[in-house]
């Protein structure tokens, strides 16, 4: 599968089409749905807090949320990812 590739190189700079970016988000949400509702309520919750966090102050970390729910996310590419760049089409 592309993320175990993508957790065994352990990139820093990932540049790629959209496609392979919905795939990419497409795994995560269904490794998150067949996890069951209490992982995808927790993840919701957390996805919208960390959204708002960066809406309202420009902050990408969150201490409690990056430890808890989006620590295997950060794994499963790599957990050196700094920068994802398209170059095909806009996103």
Request: charge should be positive; aromatic fraction near 10%.
């Amino acid at each position: 599968m592309f993320l175990d590739d993508i957790a065994v190189l352990k990139p820093t700079v990932f540049i790629s089409v959209p496609r392979i970016y919905n795939k990419t988000m497409t795994s995560v949400l269904l490794k998150i749905k067949n996890a069951g509702s209490v992982v995808g309520t927790l993840f919701n919750v957390a996805f919208n807090n960390k959204l708002s966090g960066l809406q309202r102050c420009n902050s990408f970390t969150h201490k409690l949320w990056d430890k808890l729910v989006f620590k295997k996310t950060k794994l499963a590419l790599g957990g050196r990812l700094k920068y994802m760049i398209t170059a095909a089409a806009p996103i």
